[in-house]
């Protein structure tokens, strides 16, 4: 708006009609952008050969009976690129599918309901963690993944149920009875009058009846495995872990990330994920050699350096690391005690089998005793000595043993770990963990929103971790071939991407610098 020789000047507005009809109608390819994500997806999933679909055990001939089915293409289509825009329910993706256009081109205007979706994503959910490994060796085989250096970590994220559900023995038995009292109540209720017996029970008599199976079928659980302790009656698999917002019910999901290999042309950066896990188990200690092992398989090849944070230091994994030949970069998880006078400064002599303290007090050998069902060997001096040193009740505060060491299996190992984090190679090496681990977690939880699970069991929540990690790896390539898409190719010059070792997708035709009408696909 603008005044001129004092008058105002009024812009004028654009029409709005919503009944307005299309004189020559677009084809469905124009509704979205050549360079949409979708279409990458369409292209990922249109270009698997008959072996890949084998791999996800989903035939691509349908039935010879009965109505016509949505093509394999179209619902596979849709779940991954659901994922990839952070939608991981049927009925979102059914209304997805009617009123989003990047769906309506992937689907080619078809409406699959979220039955259909449902059942598809439900029978074949498991196999599409083959999936993952071909984003995995895609990206290696275009070598985009830097195996110089990979991080490990895991975070705990809530499973679709309440940690209220979380019953011990004891519990369930006060809930047995209480519902045992229930029932009776509600028996007498229906049983009063002269009114007939209804053909259905009554919905509060149905409910409780039911929890009286969670809880008997709950108990035998509890007594048949002596490990588990608790149980949870609407995700019996789930357990309590902790998290920034407290106590919840839920899982341990462990990733391995490369990063984006950067090179002189390609500043960008990024990282992929190579290996994911979803467990029960809330400590990562034994997650690190089944991680490291995924990884390999995965790309096929061995990272030069893993990264990973205290939750994964034990002599067990270095002495795992140092069999399999892998550098290993953790630091000690109680980093401040081991800075504690008196608490690593003893000197070992091989020779003699015995440590010399900092104050020159001579350490031998005693025994060997079981401390937390683990054998240790223990070395100690003369009380009568520690007690007249200068740095006694800082060393030891025992008058008449004085001080004791106690040397585990793995203690050399640790030792020359320590000595290794020490140097400063380990030490900028390391300070990586935070933007390759935390990065990706940040990404998947805000970004992509995976901050809870849908499902429920271990088994599903396992392919509900692949298929994301699926999508985080997806949305990385479609990156890369978006830069390839609009890079400035001179006339002729045809790019290529690959989808796995063997298959090859032919995807830009530039003429003249500008985009051909024509793009050619083969494969």
Known sequence: MGVTAGKEIKMRLRSLNRQQTWLLPPTLDELIPDDHPARFIAMFVDNLDEAEWRKLGIGLEGELLGAPAYHPRVLLGVWLYGFMTSIRSSRKLEVACRDQMPYLWLTGWQHPDHNTLWRFYKEHRIEMRHLFKLTVRTAVNMDLVDMAVQ?????????????????????????????????????????????????????????AQLLHTEVKTAMERLSVEDKLKRVNLTDSDTKLVKTRQGIVSGYNVQTVVSPFKVTKTDKTGGMFITAVAAVQDADDHHQLVNMLEQAEEMTGKKAAITLADAGYHSGTNLAACEERKQIVAIPEPQEQRAKRPYHNDFSYDAITDSYTCPQGQTLKFLETRCVVKKKVRVYGGL???????????????????????????YDTLLRNHREWMATPEAKTVYQRRKELSESTFGILKEQMRFRRFLLRGLENIKAETFMVATAFNLRILY????????????A????????????????????NAKLSENRVITC
């Open 151 to 207: 991080a490990i970590d895991g975070t705990k994220l809530q499973a679709n149920a309440a940690k209220e559900r979380t019953y011990d023995a004891k519990g369930l038995q006060r809930l047995l009875e209480h519902t045992d009292t229930v029932i009776e109540e509600l028996e007498k209720q229906n049983e009063a009058g002269d009114d007939p017996l209804p053909i259905h029970l009554p919905e509060k008599l149905r409910q």
């Open 383 to 409: 009380g009568a000595v520690c007690r007249l040193c200068s740095a006694f009740s800082v060393c030891t505060k025992n008058r008449y043993r004085g001080r004791e060491l106690l040397i585990g299996r």
């Open 479 to 490: 990156r890369v071939w978006h830069r390839q898409w609009n890079k400035p190719w001179k």
């Open 492 to 511: 002729g010059v045809v790019g290529f991407f690959s989808f796995s070792s063997g298959l090859f997708l032919t995807f830009i035709t530039y003429s």
